[in-house]
C-alpha cells in the first residue's frame, strides 16, 4: 500500500487522537486546548484538500483498514463525492472552533473534544464502505452532537436536546433493523458486494431486501428532517449553542448524503423515486411555511434547513447525472451559507444582555459573568461599525440561503433548474419543481428580508453588539468561501458532476473496491 | 424454536414502542430499551437460531453451513449492544437534568392543559 493510500485514513485518525489526547488534558487548560483543536482543524483541512485532489482520478482510492482484503474487512473509499464531504466538514469544523474561541468553548466542558469527535464521526460516515461501519459512524458523531447539543445547559437546550435524543435513538434502532434484513438476506454488509449481489437474489427474498432498505431509508431521512420525520429539528437546532448549530448544518446533509449513496449504489435509484419526490416536496413546504412563520433567527436558520433538505430530496429523485451534480453544488453552497447563518444570528442577537441564553449556574460555574468586568483580561479586538458589517454579512446569507445571485445559492438553483428542465417533454413534476423552487426562494426572501428590516433598521434604540474579530472572522471565511465559489462554479460545477455521474454509473466504485481477479 | 423467538422479540418491539408513545421521560427510556433489547436479538437471529453449533469452522472440517454458526450477527449485536448502552446512560443523565429543570418528567417539559 502506498503511503499516499493512507491518506484516506487520516480524516478519521487525526480528529480522533486530537479528540483523545484533549480528554486528557485539564479543564482549566482551555487555552493549550484551543490550539490543539484549531491545529488539528486546520490539518484537516489540508489533509481533506489533499484528499480531494486524491480522489479526483478515474478510480476512486480504496484504504483496506488493517489490510484486510475488501469483502472481508471494512474499506474506506474516497471517491469525489465523499472526498467533497470531508472537505465541507473540515471548513465548517474550522470555523465552528474558531467562533468558539471567543466565548464559547467555555460555556461547558469539554467542548473541543466533542467537536472533534463529530468532524470524526462525520468524516466516517462520509468515507465508510460498509453498511455496518457507516452505523457506527452514524452513532459516533451523533453522539457527540448530543454533546454537543446539551453544550452551553439551560432549559431550553435540554428540552429540546430531549426529543433530539430520543427522536435519533429511535432511528438509531431502525438503522440496525434494515443492517439486519438486509444482512439476513443477501449475506454481506459491503456496500459494493451488496449493489453486484443484490441483483442475484431470488424474486421472494428482494422483497425483504427492499423492505429492510425501506426501513434504512426511515432511519436516513428522520436526519435529513423529511416531513413528517423531521419536527423536532428546527427547535433542537435553534436552541444549540451558535458553534454547535453551524456544525449541525451538514448533519441534516449526511442523512441525504446516505441516502443518495446507498439508493444510487444498491438500486441504481429506480424503487422509491415517488417517495422521495413527494416527501421531499412536502418537506419544501413545510420548510417555507416554517420560515415564513418564525420569528427567531434560530427557528429561521433550522427551517431554511428543511427547505434545503426538501429541494435536495426533490431534485435528487430524478435520478439523472445533471441534476445530481447540481444538487451536490447546492449542498455545498447551502451548507456554507446555512452554517454563517447560524454563526450569525448569535451574534446579531447579541443586543441581549450577555448570557441571557446561558444557564446562570453554567455561567458561575464557569465564570462566564465575570469575563467581561475583569480588568485583568483583555476583551479582545471588537470591531468599530459592528452593525454595518453585521447587516452586511445578513444580506449575504440571505441571498445565499433564498438562492440570489451573484453568490453560489443561485449558480446552484439555476443549474438545479437547468437539469431538471432538460429532458424535452417536460414534465408535471418539473414544472411543479420550478415552481416550488421559484416561491421557496421568494418565500425565503421575504421571511429573511422581514428578519432583517425588524433586527437593522426598525429598532429604535439600537443596542450596538460588541463583536470581536475572532467572531466575525469565521463569517467572512464562509460567506468569502461562498463567493469564491462562484468565481471557481466552473471547476467545482465539473469536479461534482464527476462526482455524481460516478454515483449513476456505480462500476467504477465496485470494481475499485472488489478488483476483478 | 423460531417461533418463541418471533413472539419474544414481537413482545419487546411492541411493549418497547407502546412506552416510546408514553408521556414520561421514564417511560420513553424504558420502552427504548425495550427496543433495543427486541432489536439486539433480532439481529442475532438474523444468522439464524441455531443450538449447539460453534461460530468457527473446525479444522479439517468442510465449510458446511449446517455445522456452524454464522460469527458476523454475534459480532455486530455485541457492538449494538455497547452502543446501546451507552447511549441509554447518556439519554438517562439528560432525562435527569430535565426532570431537574423543568420540574416535571413530561416529555415536553411541561404538564398537558
Redesign the interface.
Known sequence: MSPGNHLVVLPIVLPLAAGALMLLLDERRSTLKAAVSLVAGVALLAVSIALARLADAPLPPVYAVGSWPAPFGIVLVADRLAATMVLLVAVLGIAAIVFSLARWHRAGPRFHSLVQFLLMGLNGAFLTGDL?NLF?FF?LL??AS?GLA?HG???AR??W???Y??MN??A??LF??G???I??VAGT?NMAQLSARLAEIPAGDRVLAQAGAGVLAVAFLVKAGMWPLGFWLPSAYAAASAPAAALFSILSKVGVYAVLRLWLLLFGGTIGADLLFYGGVATLVFGVIGMLASQDLGRLGGYSLLVSSGTLLATLSRADGAVTGAALFYIVASTLGIAAFFLLAELVQRSRALGADVLAVTAEAFDLADEEAEPGEKPGTVIPAAMALLGLSFACCALLVAGLPPLPGFVAKFALLAGVLAPDPITGRAWALLALLTLSGLASVIALGRAGVRIFWAVEEPTVPRVRVIEMAPVAMLLALCFALTVAAGPAMRYLRAAADALHAPQTYIESVLPPR | MELIVAILIGVLTGSGVWLLLRPRTFQVMLGLSLLSYGVNVFIFVMGWVRDGVPPIVGQGAAADFARFADPLPQALVLTAIVISFATTALLLVVVLAARGLTRTDHVDGEEDA
Open positions: 455496518f457506527v452513532e451523533l453522539a448530543y446539551l445547559s439551560g432549559t435540554v428540552r436536546s430531549l426529543h435524543i430520543v435513538l429511535g438509531s434502532l440496525l433493523i443492517i439486519a434484513l444482512y439476513g454488509l
